[in-house]
């Protein structure tokens, strides 16, 4: 089955950065398109930022500029670095993925990114 873990998440200050990482699973990596989004308490589930299969990229407005989606299609791995992080960046963010085949729609556990003083 489908299996998208995250890992790098945490606590750090305003104007700091983090990477985070999805390892994906279960699925034909390269023609998948990922994406990356956040839910801060109290709020919906947005977008941040997604990349095609072929490295196409979009991003949220309010990350423009500051985060980077890339992806590994041989280690079948996302990751989003998250420079110049501000307290509203604060958020559980969430790998996701839609399977080309069954169209199911996949998500990970969630880590937990803290931006604070």
């Known amino acids: 089955q489908v299996q998208l873990v995250e890992s790098g998440g945490g606590l750090v200050q305003p104007g700091g950065s983090l990477r985070l990482s999805c390892a994906a699973s279960g699925i034909i990596f390269s023609i998948h398109a990922m994406g990356w989004y956040r839910q801060a308490p109290g709020k919906e589930r947005e977008l941040v930022a997604h990349?095609?299969?072929?490295?196409?990229?979009n991003y949220a407005d309010s990350v423009k500029g500051r985060f980077t989606i890339s992806r590994d299609n041989t280690k079948k791995m996302v990751y989003l670095q998250m420079n110049s992080l501000k307290p509203e960046d604060t958020a559980v963010y969430y790998c996701?993925?839609?399977?080309?085949?069954?169209?199911?729609?996949?998500w990970g556990q969630g880590t937990q990114v803290t931006v604070s003083s």
């Open positions: 996701n993925t839609r399977d080309r085949v069954s169209g199911g729609v996949y």
């Open positions: 990349i095609t299969s072929v490295g196409s990229t």
